[in-house]
């Protein structure tokens, strides 16, 4: 994982592909590395992008090559990555977990076909994953309202009319926390 963003620091591209046409991500995903699906998340890797055979970090996770790993697909799902995505087989995420002879294949079949998936996913990762895939797991409206706030709190204190309703995310790296309270 150091490597990973000490890459990023430098300037390295994540999106960059290898011969088989995958990203860092991908190949994450295909060598079920949750971790590193995490922090490739946080650090904002396409969560959508196709490589070999057209298929997505969630097609690997899900079961591509008979692979899958749970942890992953959940990272993926909760970044609310596309999962009608198809691959060069025609076939969904949903379609290789249910071909998928792995232990969990049950699991993951119940989580890329519930009402919610992006909630259940979300809720079944580990504090630790959560951390490091960071902002990537908030809902889009959120995370440009967390730098907002945390950029003019930095220059005072925010009215407490404005800060007070932004209090229930207890959520990434630095343990930041926002939430809109109706």
């Known amino acids: 994982l150091d490597i990973v963003r000490l890459l990023q620091q430098k300037g390295a591209n994540i999106e960059a592909v290898n011969g088989e046409k995958d990203t860092a ?5 295909l060598k079920q590395k949750p971790k590193s699906v995490a ?53 969904t995420a949903l379609d290789l977990a249910k071909e998928s002879s792995k232990d969990t294949a049950r699991e993951m079949v119940a989580l890329l076909e ?30 440009p ?6 950029a003019r709190a930095a220059e005072g204190p925010l009215p407490a009319a404005e800060a007070l309703p932004y209090t229930r995310w207890a959520f990434g790296p630095e343990g930041r926390t926002l939430e809109n309270v109706p």
């Open 39 to 91: 922090l490739l998340l946080g650090l904002g890797a396409g969560k959508d992008a196709q490589g070999y055979q057209d298929n997505t970090a969630l097609h690997y996770a899900a079961g591509a090559d008979n692979q899958g790993d749970l942890a992953c697909a959940r990272l993926v799902v909760a970044a609310r990555a596309d999962r009608t995505k198809t691959n060069k087989a025609g076939k």
């Open 25 to 29: 991500l991908l190949t994450s995903a």
């Open 114 to 143: 519930d009402a919610d998936p992006v909630a259940r996913a979300f809720a079944e990762l580990p504090d630790e994953l959560k951390a490091l895939a960071g902002e990537a797991l908030l809902h889009p409206a959120v995370g």
């Open 145 to 150: 309202k967390l730098r907002e706030l945390e």
